[in-house]
């Protein structure tokens, strides 16, 4: 029934590890993150299905209140995988894209997805004709599940994810333009955040012993993010865009450039350059 | 009376020459300004398109150099399908941004600008780079499909506890039909996981013992794990005595998940791991069957293809560059075994004729052999 010696062969295989690589390279010491980071990613679209499921409900039936409610606890998990969601182009154009990526803005028949419903609520103030937008968010959002899990991440876009939304934030989200209708502009920052650390505490076994100092200015800005960021909470999320300092705004601001520059080091470090 | 030009005139002229001199310094200086990079292509993204719209560059690793000349941040991407192979994300309007992406070779899109702007197309032609680049085998090609793994075996390890606890509740609820369904279930996972889960040897004489191979056959103590209790569910008819075989059946389950995810994968396990289980199935369990009491061992081995053929897909994913042949053969012999299990679906195995499991046998033993060749071509020690 059992090769024993396929049994031997095999552990002493899996256990002797792996030598002789060139210094440049990047090291099997990666499969563990990158196995972990899939895992958080099918997580959180586990979760942004469930939650779209609701968010998607409500405005069908014509529940304005609890659709805006809604609105940015469900972005939440979009935000925080988006290095991998964006993988997808058709998908992250018709979930995702701004106003201002179409010829005709709002008016655009293109425009779609979260954006579209934000419209919707906030400045039309009513789930009015967004039954389609509704339904075209959910198929889309079942497909993204369904393709993340299929998909075999590619290291160096996990890797590189974690400036990728620091660079995300620093362009498109200080400005407030993300949630522009509705202000909930700090529920999708802190998401970006929580990504991006996500990649960086699961990599950083990987660089602390070799690199302390560039540890210990990560965590230090992370941390100063955070410590901004609290001041905005309000119960399970933040309040409006509009009460945000100009002080604190610059402050992020420039704590995110910094995280911006020092994350996208990572892939050269970790031989991913 | 004639009427000579007026002084207006030449200084409208005057004037107009100025600024023609002016806009041409202007161009001067905007075009003298791009060429300082060193990229392979410049692209210039305008309000409506990508200039070039059209772009040939021998496969490899191509630098772009994007610059923004309309008046709206833009990002800029090279799309295979629906997928981003490479982008450049909010370059500001007067800005440019440089982007060096390997680019194997085929037939790209890129976005230019506005998303109801039309695309550019990206040919990316054969090259000895692009060719080096391909048939090259590296640990970086190996991390995707080894995380990849990873993460199956830990979804699948998790699962195989949950499907035993079902199992379990049916047990101790006393529900013999239940419990016989939650059985054939409870099996999957496991036989999903498999490749690597009989090679902790421990776990596996108690999860998955046969009693063929105990020298006090059914009565021995050593009889336990999932064929204990089919023995009772299906021989013996009856969920009497099997609650504290189910509670360690899941308890052991529970240690191998743990096993599963702390294991350590290399590319020569992953290489190994199919090949081995095909061999396994072709030799042992299609010959003589091993779920002896359930009689299901069609639906058990439909489990174990699943899991050999996730194994294959991730190694085809290292090889096809290297060896398209290699890789298409082993996508032909995949499928073939997939579908000759899928034709016995539903049949107890002790009725299936010798020659038609001899025939399934074969299949598997091809599959193994084509997989024993991915190791000179992918192997990496």
């Keep these: ?273 | 009376m004639s009427n000579p030009p007026s002084r207006g005139i030449y200084l409208a002229i005057l004037g107009a020459a100025v600024l023609a001199v002016a806009g041409g310094a202007a161009f001067w200086t905007a075009s003298r300004q791009k060429p300082q990079t060193s990229a392979d292509q410049i692209v210039t993204v305008d309000a409506r398109s990508c200039q070039p719209n059209a772009i040939t560059v021998p496969g490899g690793r191509r630098s772009f150099e994007i610059v923004n000349a309309s008046d709206r941040p833009i990002e800029w991407e090279i799309v295979d399908g629906v997928m981003v192979v490479a982008e450049r994300e909010n370059i500001a309007p007067g800005f440019h941004a440089t982007l060096a992406v390997q680019l194997a070779p085929g037939s790209y899109e890129m976005t230019c600008g506005l998303l109801t702007n039309p695309r550019g197309t990206l040919t990316v032609t054969a090259s000895d780079e692009a060719t080096a680049a391909a048939s090259e085998v590296t640990l970086k090609k190996f991390l995707g499909p080894l995380s990849e793994y990873r993460v199956y075996l830990v979804m699948q390890g998790n699962q195989a506890v949950k499907a035993a606890e079902k199992l379990r509740d049916a047990i101790d609820a006393g529900d013999l039909p239940a419990a016989r369904a939650a059985w054939a279930e409870a099996r999957l996972p496991y036989r999903r996981v498999e490749p690597l889960a009989y090679r902790f040897s421990d776990l596996e004489n108690v999860i998955d013992p046969s009693a063929a191979y105990l020298a006090g056959r059914e009565q021995d103590p050593g009889f336990t794990g999932y064929h204990r209790i089919e023995y009772g569910l299906f021989a013996q008819n009856s969920t009497e005595g099997l609650a504290p075989v189910a509670d360690r059946l899941v308890a052991d389950l529970g240690t191998l998940a743990e096993r599963l995810k702390a294991a350590p994968l290399d590319p020569a396990l992953l290489l190994a791991l199919p090949g081995a289980m095909a061999r396994q199935l072709a030799e042992a369990q299609i010959p003589e069957g091993e779920n002896s009491y359930a009689g299901n061992d069609a639906r058990d081995l439909t489990a174990a293809t699943e899991g050999i053929a996730k194994l294959t897909g991730l190694l085809r994913q290292v090889v096809a560059s290297v060896d398209p042949k290699l890789d298409a053969e082993l996508g032909t012999e995949m499928q073939a075994a997939t579908d000759a299990v899928a034709a016995l679906q539903g049949q107890d195995w002790s009725q299936v004729p010798a020659e038609q499991r001899q025939k399934l046998a074969a299949d598997f033993t091809r599959l193994a052999e084509t997989l024993d060749r991915l190791q000179p071509i992918i192997g990496m020690n």
Excluded: C
């Excluded at chain 1, 929580?194 to 505490?201: C, E, L, N, T």
């Design chain 1, 1 to 273: 029934m059992i090769g024993t010696y396929l049994k031997t062969t095999g552990l002493a295989l899996a256990l002797g590890g792996w030598a002789g690589m060139a210094a440049a390279d990047p090291s099997l010491d990666l499969v563990g993150p990158l196995a972990d980071y899939k895992i958080y990613v099918a997580e959180n679209t586990a979760q942004l299905v469930a939650d779209a499921e609701a968010f998607t409900t409500a405005i069908k039936a014509g529940d304005l209140d609890k659709a805006k409610a809604l609105f940015a606890p469900t972005r939440t998990s979009y935000e925080k995988i988006e290095p991998i969601a964006e993988l997808f182009s058709d998908l992250d154009v018709s979930i995702d894209a701004r106003a201002d990526d179409f010829e005709k803005a709002e008016a655009d028949e293109a425009f779609t997805g979260f954006h579209r419903l934000e419209y919707g609520l906030w400045e039309k103030g009513s789930t009015e004709g967004l039954a389609p937008f509704a339904d075209r968010l959910m198929a889309d959002i079942h497909t993204l599940n369904e393709r993340i899990n299929g998909l075999t991440f590619p290291p160096e876009v996990v890797v590189g994810g974690a400036a990728a939304l620091m660079e995300e934030v620093a362009a498109t989200k200080i400005s407030g333009e993300e949630d522009r209708y509705s202000r909930t502009d700090l529920w999708d920052f802190d998401a970006n955040f929580a990504g991006s650390q996500k990649i960086y505490d699961l990599l950083k076994p990987l660089i602390a012993k070799q690199d302390p100092e560039f540890v210990a200015k990560v965590d230090g800005n992370f941390a100063a993010v955070d410590a901004v960021l609290a001041k905005y909470k309000e119960g399970d999320g933040y309040v409006s865009y509009e009460k945000l300092t100009d002080a604190d705004r610059n402050l992020l601001s420039s704590k995110v450039n910094t995280l911006a520059e020092d994350l996208s080091t990572l892939r050269g470090k970790l031989g991913l350059g």
